[in-house]
């Protein structure tokens, strides 16, 4: 496995084409593996290609890339890079061996986390209508969304603590305390997507509509092996759209 990241120069015309659509940032980031095929899919239980794109300002957008092989993105470099400024040493990407962070990975150890998803359930309006399915469009659906799914992940989000709430005993949802004051978790970037899934090159094919949302976060690991899993193979629906890549990253002390 590979964590790959790539810096999106947001100036070119190209960068603005491939974030303009999810579907056409897909297929530019499944072009960077020379053995698959458009039509190679991922077993259900196995490693497969999920990418995430994170904007943390206005001219710093980063495309994070996790594979089971490891990516070529000089066409990315050539369509929304700096190609001037690349060289074998610096190509304009980087990518890493993932599987020894993986492997490290133990019970009780606390984490930061992201992950932009598309937190849905299934729905009807009527008794004897199919059920649907329907974006959850709410910060407190979308966060329990996420908490319904902690535990098969490998993981625990961690709670405030109790000097650090807004309300000390909390508000019943479901099985859980309000979980925007109980949990150290956040949600934001809504966005409301809708995007033709081409067929071919030049034809238009079934239209898409996606919300997304990002969480940030910390965790405790509980089961370090199903957490690998979640790592390499994601959470939820749109995996092929940007979203069910979640990645780690060390506690800061001020955070």
Known sequence: ??????RVNTARPGARRLLSSPQVLHAAVMA?????LPTDTAAPEGPRVLWRLDQNARAEVLLYIVSPAR???THLVEQAGWPAATDPET???QTRPYAPFLDRL??????AFRLTANPVHHIRRKADEPKKRTAHLTP??????LLDRQERGGFRILEKP???RLLPGGTTFKKYEHPGDKY???VRDKRDLSFDKSRSAGTRGKSVSLVTVTFDGRLEVTDPAALRSTLTQGIGKAKAYGCGLITLAPLTSTG
């Open 71 to 73: 990516p070529d993105l």
């Open 140 to 145: 407190v659906h979308q966060m329990a969304w």
């Open 162 to 164: 109790n000097g650090r």
């Open 184 to 186: 150290q978790l956040t």
């Open 32 to 36: 960077s593996f020379p053995g698959l």
């Open 1 to 6: 496995m590979f964590l790959t990241r790539f």
């Open 106 to 111: 133990a019970a009780g150890e606390n984490w």
């Open 91 to 93: 190509p304009g990407w």
